[in-house]
């Protein structure tokens, strides 16, 4: 019993120790840019040995892609619940563009760094189980829509990819912008053009 509590402590103390050291990253981005994220900086940051940010992370690019799974890790829950939920398919990719580009304004200064300033490659972003799960219920939505007669027929995993791709390309220039447009707009034009093409045509 007492070396379930020792390793469980072990565990929260490792937990804890890790969440500090991202936590430090983020400080160091928003404040002096991406630049400044060293090994050494942000042991003295955290107020630790730079041996002990090499015990949790094997190097830099291992510890900024783990801050950036941190951070995303909200907004995907968030979505998987908006594209689960009871709404009309329509209202779902709405709301899935407001939530989307509201959750990176409110961040947007780490954001900036992390997915602008970074330039991550699309590849390892296509590889990635996030991307493949939310193509996954994207799908799901547009299908929904067609059985309902919403939707016009139409490759659903390619539409949901398209959908995906939209938002991020208008993330970027979101991200770009001194003065992006109102949230509230730009989801509002995300959505209304893929509605607009998906939308069942009526015969005259």
């Known amino acids: 019993m007492n070396a379930r509590r020792l390793i469980s402590e072990k565990s929260l103390w490792q937990s804890y120790k890790r969440q500090s050291i991202q936590e430090a990253v983020i400080r160091l981005m928003c404040r002096e840019g991406l630049k400044s994220v060293t090994m050494e900086r942000v042991a003295q940051e955290v107020g630790i040995a730079k041996g002990t940010v090499y015990l949790h992370y094997h190097d830099k690019k291992e510890l900024l892609d783990e801050v950036k799974q941190s951070a995303l890790a909200p907004l995907m829950v968030a979505l998987e619940v908006i594209l689960r939920s009871d709404e009309a398919p ?20 780490l954001f900036r760094i992390l997915i602008y300033e970074r330039e991550l490659t699309q590849g390892a972003r296509y590889q990635s189980d996030r991307y493949r799960r ?36 208008l993330l970027n220039q979101r991200l770009q912008s001194e003065k992006p447009a109102p949230v509230e707009g730009d989801a509002n034009l995300i959505a209304d053009v893929f509605l607009a093409g998906l939308e069942k045509r009526r015969r005259a």
């Open 90 to 109: 329509s209202e779902k990719l709405r709301s899935y563009s407001h939530h989307y580009f509201s959750y990176f304004e409110e961040r947007r200064d």
């Open 134 to 169: 939310l193509i996954q219920e994207i799908a799901r939505v547009i299908r929904e829509g067609i059985r309902s007669g919403v939707f016009r027929d139409a490759d659903a995993h390619k539409v949901a990819a398209m959908f995906i791709e939209s938002n991020f390309a």
